[in-house]
Antibody
Framework: EVQLVESGGGLVKPGGSLRLSCAAS????????MNWVRQAPGKGLEWVSS????????YYADSVKGRFTISRDNAKNSLYLQMNSLRAEDTAVYYC????????WGQGTLVTVSS | QSALTQPASVSGSPGQSITISCTGT?????????VSWYQQHPGKAPKLMIY???NRPSGVSNRFSGSKSGNTASLTISGLQAEDEADYYC??????????FGTGTKVTVL
């Protein structure tokens, strides 16, 4: 059974940093691209970033480019999102999602940016 | 990258069919057969319902079908059931190698 479990969310002040993790199991993690998708409270889904299976290709939404860094450790079956210079508008539930077409999602981790 | 355009809400009676549209541009929906649809119930993670325009993952009811014409993709739910009441989002691959989601549609079963 495919499982994706996010962690690392919490309350952080504007300008602060946070690192999210996504632990994957139930599939060959190293064979699939992975993504981060977020959803602000009461709002729609927003794609944040994607990384190819071997980390050769990495892409970001314009809204986070230069502030967020996606990475993965295939030996640990884990996906990460380093978030720096956080803003109030980054407040959202952050989901990790498997594959180019997001066939599996984690339960999400809430990031709140507030003073 | 601007969000794809979906109607804010669509409603139907049990047993009826409804269609949700997802309008983009030639740089996303119209340019690639990489449109997906997701169902999201309140407080839950999204669930993949359709991928690559019209393919249904294993376990998804055949009451859900997808299609595309030009820059607009569509999700049709036939034989509407109470459990189909949820938010629905489309997504598409883009010419920038990024992904873009639709604005979301709330489906109400009357």
């Amino acid at each position: 059974e495919v499982q994706l479990v996010e962690s690392g969310g919490g309350l952080v002040k504007p300008g602060g940093s946070l690192r999210l993790s996504c632990a994957a199991s139930g599939f060959t993690f190293s064979s699939y691209s992975m993504n981060w998708v977020r959803q602000a409270p009461g709002k729609g889904l927003e794609w944040v970033s994607s990384i190819s299976s071997s980390s050769s290709y990495i892409y970001y939404a314009d809204s986070v480019k230069g502030r967020f860094t996606i990475s993965r450790d295939n030996a640990k079956n884990s996906l990460y999102l380093q978030m720096n210079s956080l803003r109030a508008e980054d407040t959202a539930v952050y989901y990790c999602a498997k594959n180019d077409y997001f066939d599996y999602w984690g339960q999400g981790t809430l990031v709140t940016v507030s003073s | 990258q601007s969000a794809l355009t979906q109607p804010a809400s669509v409603s139907g009676s049990p047993g009826q069919s409804i269609t949700i549209s997802c309008t983009g541009t030639s740089s996303d929906v119209g340019g690639y057969n990489y449109v997906s649809w997701y169902q999201q119930h309140p407080g839950k993670a999204p669930k993949l319902m359709i991928y690559d325009v019209s393919n249904r993952p294993s376990g998804v009811s055949n009451r859900f079908s997808g299609s595309k014409s030009g820059n607009t993709a569509s999700l049709t739910i036939s034989g509407l059931q109470a459990e189909d009441e949820a938010d629905y989002y489309c997504s598409s691959y883009t010419s920038s190698s990024t992904q873009v989601f639709g604005t979301g549609t709330k489906v109400t079963v009357l």
